[in-house]
């Protein structure tokens, strides 16, 4: 089975930005090697760092994409920086520390963090956002 295997890029994601989009497919990744390893049920230590690694890499691209929209003028910046807290304070809530230990969600839950947080902002709000960017705001950030 492929990594990306759990969450496949699709057409339908495609911000416009070739950048920002391949750091979607690089959270996909990162997401789907993650599945695997709770839907495997691997150790503490597989879990935990392909958990680790999910956070920091959404962690990368929320703040990159942040200074993106701001670089481009785009207005709504504060709401976007909210949802991007939002969704990562999901994210590290699928990472319980209890008494008894640290448990990880399920595959089931992490699917639903991906799909209907994670996938759904890549289509709704960012999709958004970069289509509201004026074409002069496009160019200067292509061409810099
Ligand atoms: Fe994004
Ligand atoms: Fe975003």
Redesign the pocket.
Known sequence: MQPSASFPWKTEYT?GNES?DE??RTLLELAGLLHMAVAAGQGYKIIQSAFAALVKYTDE??TA?ERFWTDARSGGVEQHKRLHRQITEELLALRFEGPYGVVFCTPNELTNWVEHRLIA??IEE?QDVYRSLSQGAKRRRASS
């Open positions: 911000v920002i750091q979607h691209h929320f994409e902002h890549f960012d």
